[in-house]
């Protein structure tokens, strides 16, 4: 009769079930450090979203918009990374914006982030005369547009600067805020709608050459920017160094009128502005 064969080498116990429980916990930690990561490298180097605060980029962006911003055509700088880590000085694999360009950048002076368009890059002479930008010596085409009108809401009221008076009309129930509007064109073709409320202060600009390393910025809705035309001690940003740039405004894949709460999920989309979602912003925006 033949005796059962005899297992070869040391025999292996089913693992206790506290090993198991560690295991497990080290598993599920590992998965959500990778996703920490994964989502740390995506806003770091590739993408992240910025929500419009302001006004001062009207018509082209409304309050409530919320963009994707890339962050590799411009290279990277320590204003790339989640709360500057890492930080270090000047910008990797940098490129230089193009007028046009609507940019996500840190203010010189203080912590938050703003959204201007780029106007000037470096070298160039700045002037403004009577609301109208001269680059270089040479006046940009600007054209009487009709009046814009701005659906009125909660995020977006009729916001005007002193001395305009704000300008509303009915069409049915929706109320609009009217606004003067003109089509400005950069050298090269980039073209974009701008306000310009009255006169002012803010029509007014010395030529200026634009350091190196800085770029002047400027928002759409020209007497409601506090942008490169003013000293960041009153108010504006100046200058803005290109390593303060965080990266370029994409596309909006979201928008809200205001009228949605967190704890009333049926209202994010009954205030959603559907019309706004797919706008791109390339230096070409209406």
Known sequence: ??????????????AAPSERADNGTLGIAR????????????????????SIPSGSMLPTLYIGDYLMVAKWPYG???????????????RLF??????????????????????KRVIGLPGDTIELRG??????GRPLPRVALRPYNLPMSANTPCKVVPPASPLTAGVGDR?????PAFRETLPGGPS???????????????ATKVPAGHVFLMGDNRDDSADSRFDPVTGGVGMVPVENIIGRATVT?????????????WTWFSALRIDRIGNGYSGDAE
Not at 94 to 115: A, C, M, Q, T, Y
Not at 253 to 265: L, M, N, Q, R
Request: hydrophobic share 40%.
């Open 192 to 206: 974009y709608t701008t306000l310009d409320q009255t006169e002012g202060l803010a029509d007014e600009f010395p």
């Open 131 to 136: 609301g109208q930008v001269i680059l270089n």
């Open 31 to 50: 998965f959500i450090l990778t996703l920490a990561l994964l989502a740390w490298a995506l806003r770091s180097f590739v993408v992240a979203p910025f």
């Open 253 to 265: 894949f979201w928008s809200t009128d205001g009228g949605a709460t967190y704890w009333k999920p």
């Open 76 to 90: 990277y700088s320590r204003y790339s990374f989640p709360w500057g880590i890492p930080s270090f000085d000047g």
């Open 94 to 115: 940098e490129h230089l914006p193009k007028r046009g360009d609507v940019v996500v950048f840190r203010h010189p002076v203080e912590s938050n982030d703003l959204i």
């Open 1 to 14: 009769m033949r005796r059962p064969a005899m297992p070869r080498g040391p025999i292996q116990a089913d």
């Open 175 to 179: 109320m609009y805020c009217i606004y």
